[in-house]
């Protein structure tokens, strides 16, 4: 006996053996060939649960945790009531899994209906499916789904979509018949003679994404309308605590939205997990990817739920599903429904506007800094870009050694961007933050 | 239960946000502002906190029944392992990527630079991305990385060749990478059938994804052979890696010819499933096919003696998701392998299949079992004998719900008629197993005594059989209002 998570003594494991007819566990890894069992597994020994925990106390004190970020690019540093650890954090949540046997797994399948109806009404939508992994991921399975539901073969990329979402479409769909066309930005905009240039009958789609990369938001109404009228579809890529303020993927006209879960209740956690959210016009339901669930009655009439639609998916149609997930990212997005619902209605428009608040206050400073201008193409939310003087590099990099992440810079995703930089500002970041990012940005920029 | 939606009261807050410190913006213009807030519920704290307490008790979890659905390994989850996620909470992953940046987070680049090695210690790969997130997405990447290395060698490739046992996963992955199917049917003895493997392999055949241990819970002992054929034909070997709790320091399949292999962390080193997710599919590979790997990577500078952040090399297939993948739960895995340690994993495969073994051993008078060898970690009867009586698997698996246990997995896999696939793991105690078996046991009996019996069941859940028909008809899949 080495570890007390197999609980077997000596002597139950010998009874066991018993019961099977054979005289060692050995005997039960016959069916392996001699010659194919491991020569070599080298891993250290094992220890107890504190010396574990110990060892993790160390590995995290060695990242720096107490930076005053200014930096998002899709993940964002918010509040995070602390219901939402509780109430996730019950094992009866987090030690079950897919609800297969829906009588015994209610709990888990009424919070992903009550998650499908919060990202319905979040975008404005009239389905959504019970989660996908991430954002970026979500995005090309938003793609995908558009190219099935239209059954062409064209996708329009607007290149102010965040570039990591944009190189995980192209992984994607790299190996199949689909051609993707990059519009490149315009200002930090979409470039709409670009677009009307390209947009065909072939197009199956324009993904766009709102606030874009450069934190720049613009309507895109107008697009939708242009978009549909060439028989194509709208997938909008958004960041859903942005929604407590702007225009909803259905009000813009989007027949898929996208979009990346952290910023609901997740922590960064290094970039996961978090969970991808995709909501859709009721017509393309049976091209979404993954799992859903679906309002029933039991035998006694009484409301149920279930998995529902379940031949679009792996287990039933294999090769012909409409995608290959299976394992979603279920309890990241029931933190995701605790944390819409803490907020609620209200709240989650206060939120935004806190957000927006405080960005357009660090704005205002930036921007007072002389040889700082600010990209002023469109309204933004809570990011928005800067120019600087000298490369956004060296200034992170100086800013960083103070504890202080002032922002992305954009040099390595665009060509001629060296001077950029994205500047992010969350509720989470007071004023005397803001006033310290813009005394160091300061300081760094005359040195 | 009622729906949260519909115990909100207008006005009612459940969290307070602080007080602004700034002067209020301009008001955005008109068409860029949405007409009406999201209809979110609106409660107090307290009615949240009751709602989904309660929504949480209406579930079955590892940590109140036994859980044996087959293919999933439901083991238990330590404790230590969530305090341990809870650490590396505020780390922003762009933060790797700044100018100095990864001195800041040597310690989470560091684990997870360990635990890749840890993974491929195991498997006995070359190297490992952590970035899939889940085991289907780890099959894409592995599927994406065969393409590449294909193309890179000017090969023409057609198709993926799969077992009919093999997940459903394994073919739609493929598919996502524009790969045809070959399905090869399972012979009598429990394996994919090898003489049909030996004919329908030809040089357009790009990989052959195999679970080894299958789902049938056999192990081929053929394995080495089929690695050899697919390899005169230069097909790359895939292992799914979904059972990999079978076979820890008893067989690394990077030695018997397996070329790539995901691995299910949430599945096999002990992180929790999260009512359906958050996975962690971290994909391995031989050295051929390292020059592929998805971006970003940590690499070791043995000039400074650090672990940096590699954005980009010359044959990357690119990205499958943002950065290292799923973090916390990488976190978990880890501290998960190295509070097990080397004797701890051997002990745990032992311990999984001595268990399968155990449950075979002790049903196989009552239910009838296709394939009768030793079996590994998990073991697939029929209810064929029951169905005489009128009495299907998911008729016993409704009665195992009445009776405080989560169902197996019933229906799969496919090529087993009225399929009952029992995973115990080697968490439980012998004397949960007994209790199980006897339950089981009671079942047999009862469809013979009482088969009618069973069509009401479950009774003892908050909902009776539900009408999956009515729902994917009627498709509410969201609540109106």
């Known amino acids: ?447 | 239960m009622q729906l949260i939606f519909e115990q909100s009261v207008p006005g009612r807050k459940g969290v307070m946000l602080p007080a602004s410190d700034v002067p209020r913006a301009a008001a955005l213009p008109e068409g860029l502002r949405r007409a009406e807030p999201a209809a979110l519920p609106e409660l107090s704290e307290l009615d949240l906190v009751r709602h989904f307490t309660n929504l949480s008790r209406r579930n079955f979890s590892v940590d109140t029944h036994f859980y044996p659905l087959g293919s999933c390994t439901m083991k238990y989850n330590a404790k230590v392992l969530e305090n341990a996620a809870g650490l590396f909470s505020p780390l922003h992953p762009l933060t790797a990527l700044l100018p100095g940046g990864s001195d800041l987070c040597q310690g989470a680049l560091g684990m997870l630079y360990d635990l890749g090695q840890m993974l491929a210690d195991v498997t006995g790969m070359d190297e490992v991305t952590t970035q899939p997130l889940a085991g289907a997405h780890g099959e894409m990447t592995g599927m994406l990385l065969i393409a590449a290395y294909h193309k890179a060698k000017g090969n023409k490739k057609k198709y993926v060749v799969v077992p009919d046992s093999s997940h459903g996963t394994n073919p739609a992955s493929a598919a996502m990478v524009g790969y045809e199917i070959i399905t090869i049917p399972t012979a009598l003895y429990g394996d994919m059938d090898l003489e049909l493997f030996r004919q329908a392999m030809n040089n357009e055949v790009a990989a052959v994804m195999m679970t080894c241990p299958n789902t049938l819970g056999l192990f081929n002992p053929h394995i080495k052979e089929i690695a050899d054929i697919a390899h005169s034909h230069d097909a790359l070997m895939y292992y799914d890696g979904a059972n990999l709790n079978a076979i820890m320091g008893k067989v690394r399949p990077g030695d018997v010819g397996f070329d790539v292999i995901h691995v299910n962390l949430h599945k096999t080193f002990g992180t929790p499933h999260g009512g359906g997710g958050p996975g962690s599919g971290p994909v391995g590979v031989k050295k051929a096919l390292v020059p592929f790997l998805p971006m970003p990577r940590i690499v070791h500078d043995d000039d400074s003696g650090q672990l940096r952040v590699q954005t980009d090399s010359p044959q990357t297939i690119g990205r499958t998701a943002n950065f290292f993948g799923n973090f916390g739960v990488m976190v978990k895995a880890y501290a998960y392998m190295i509070m097990l340690g080397r004797e701890g994993l051997i002990e745990v495969s032992e311990q999984a299949v001595l268990n399968a073994n155990y449950i075979k051993e002790r049903l196989k008078d009552y239910f009838e079992l296709p394939y009768q060898q030793t079996c590994m970690h998990e073991v697939v009867f029929s209810a064929s004998r029951q169905l005489e009586h009128g009495v299907h698997a998911i008729d016993i698996a409704k009665f195992l719900i009445d009776k405080g246990y989560h169902p197996p997995t019933v229906y799969f896999p496919l090529i087993v008629k009225e399929a009952i696939m029992i995973e115990p793991t080697e968490t439980e105690s012998k004397q949960t197993l007994d209790a199980f078996i006897e339950v089981m046991i009671e079942a047999a009996k009862l469809a013979e005594s009482d088969p009618t019996a069973f069509a009401a069941m479950p009774v003892s859940m908050p909902v009776t059989r539900l009408d999956e028909t009515k729902a994917a008809r009627e498709q509410n899949v969201c609540c109106v209002g």
């Open chain 1, 1 to 447: 006996m080495t570890s007390h998570y197999c609980p077997h003594t000596p002597q139950e494991i010998r009874e066991m053996l018993d019961a099977i007819g054979v005289a060692s566990i050995e005997e039960l890894f016959v069916p392996i060939p001699p010659e194919l069992l491991a020569k070599t597994f080298n891993l250290p020994p094992g220890r107890s649960e504190f010396e574990t925990y110990a060892r993790m106390q160390e590995l995290a004190a060695d990242n720096c945790s107490q930076l005053s970020l200014f930096i998002g690019g899709g993940f964002y540093d918010h509040l995070i009531p602390a219901a939402v650890d509780h109430l996730a954090g019950r094992a009866e949540f987090y030690t079950a899994y897919t609800p297969y046997q829906p009588e015994c797994s209610q709990g888990t399948l009424q919070a992903l209906f009550e998650y499908q109806t919060a990202i319905c009404r979040l975008t404005g939508l009239e389905v959504s499916n019970a989660s996908l992994y991430d954002g970026a991921t979500a995005l090309a399975e938003g793609a995908l789904m558009a190219l099935r539901a239209t059954n062409r073969s064209k996708l329009l990329v607007d290149g102010c979509i965040s570039p990591i979402a944009r190189q995980v479409l192209a992984t994607y769909l790299s190996n199949l018949e689909v051609e993707i066309v990059a519009l490149p930005p315009l200002d930090g905009l979409l470039n709409r003679q670009e677009l009307a240039a390209q947009l065909d009958g072939d197009t199956a789609a324009l993904l766009v994404q709102y606030p874009n990369v450069f934190g720049c938001v613009e309507d895109f109404s107008p697009v939708a309308e242009q978009v549909h009228a060439a028989g194509g579809l709208l997938v909008t890529a958004v960041y859903p605590v942005a929604l407590g303020m702007l225009t909803s993927p259905a009000e813009i006209g989007a027949d898929i939205a996208v979009g990346d879960g952290q910023s609901l209740g997740n922590p960064l956690s290094f970039g996961g997990p978090s969970f991808g959210f995709i909501a859709a016009k009721k017509a393309c339901i049976r091209n979404m990817p993954g799992r859903i669930v679906g309002e029933t009655v039991d035998k006694n009439g009484q409301r149920g739920f279930v998995l529902t639609l379940q031949a679009r998916e792996q287990h039933i149609k294999r090769h012909k599903a409409t995608s290959n997930i299976c394992s979603n990212q279920s309890l990241c997005a029931l933190r995701g429904l605790i944390f819409l619902s803490a907020l609620g209605k209200g709240g989650l428009a206060e939120l935004a506007q806190l957000n927006r608040d405080k960005a357009e206050y660090a704005k205002s400073c930036l921007a007072r800094i002389p040889g700082v201008t600010v990209l002023q193409s469109a309204p933004t939310f809570n990011e928005f870009t800067v120019s600087l003087p000298k490369a956004a590099d060296q200034v992170v990099g100086a800013l960083l050694a103070k504890g202080i992440v002032a922002g992305l810079p954009l040099g390595q995703y665009f060509e001629g961007s060296q001077n950029l930089m994205v500047v992010t500002v969350t509720e989470k970041r007071s004023r005397k933050e803001i006033d310290l990012l813009v005394k160091e940005l300061e300081v760094a920029l005359c040195n």
